[in-house]
């Protein structure tokens, strides 16, 4: 049933460009755009190839940008397929993007700052916790907070507890700390693999005798999306007891 909506969708829409009715193609899009994002694309596509519609793809490059529907990459490919379009249709939508990049670069490298002192500051903690001896003075269980008695355990996070209040599964891991350093591994693995993503991806596309399609292959693997590389501040050192 989808599959039969969708194909009304692309034929209202078809019907319109064959007709040259652009103010159509464009409400075609705004009514049914929400179901079918592909309508905008074939809607930028379009109006890239008519000399007369040059003002039509501004809307478009509006609600491509607001909906973050295609990387900029994709959006100069589309419209370079045809002579029509020119620098000064797309000029408001790169500054655009260009100044939203350069914001996320400044916001990166805040970030890369903050997370290099900190990395630091952990690997003097690392190296500290290899070299100095440690005091343990809690006083209190950090489970169930009554007074600490032993027999008990204690974490290099400074994490103490009653051995009766830790799980089996918690013997050598913080139960406080297990959490997030389990996102951060996690994050870890992501990392990796998005890394080996994007070498493969270069490795093809520069053996790849249509770049476009290897770009557009990798987009809906939804390699150019952004990541989550910096969702997670880095937590203390690996527990142990």
């Not at 890239?48 to 900029?72: F, R, W, Y």
């Not at 959490?179 to 080996?196: G, T, Y």
């Amino acid at each position: 049933m989808a599959f039969i909506t969708y194909r009304r969708f692309q034929q209202i829409l078809h019907y319109h460009m064959e007709h040259r009715d652009y103010n159509s193609v464009l409400d075609t899009c705004r009514r049914h755009g929400m179901r079918d994002s592909h309508l905008w694309v074939q809607a930028l596509s379009y109006f890239g190839s008519q000399p007369e519609a040059n003002k039509k793809i501004a809307e478009v490059l509006k609600h491509i940008e607001d909906t973050n529907l295609l990387p900029p990459l994709m959006v100069v490919q589309i419209l370079s397929e045809h002579d029509v379009a020119t620098l000064a249709d797309i000029k408001g939508y790169i500054g655009h993007r260009l100044q939203e990049e350069n914001q996320q670069i400044s916001k990166d490298e805040k970030m890369i700052k903050q997370y290099r002192e900190e990395t630091a500051k952990m690997r003097q903690q690392v190296e500290d916790l290899r070299t100095s001896a440690q005091v343990f003075q809690v006083m209190k269980c950090s489970m169930c907070k009554n007074h600490l008695t032993l027999p008990a355990v204690h974490f290099l996070c400074h994490h103490s507890f009653h051995q009766n209040c830790l799980d089996d599964e918690y013997e050598s891991e913080c139960p406080i700390c297990a959490p997030e350093n389990r996102k951060v591994l996690d994050i870890i693995r992501r990392q990796m693999e998005d890394r080996n993503m994007h070498e493969q991806f270069q490795s093809l596309l520069q053996r790849s005798p249509d770049g476009f399609s290897v770009v557009a292959e990798y987009f809906g693997r939804g390699m150019f999306n952004k990541g989550s590389m910096f969702d997670l501040p880095p937590t203390s050192p690996l527990d142990r007891r």
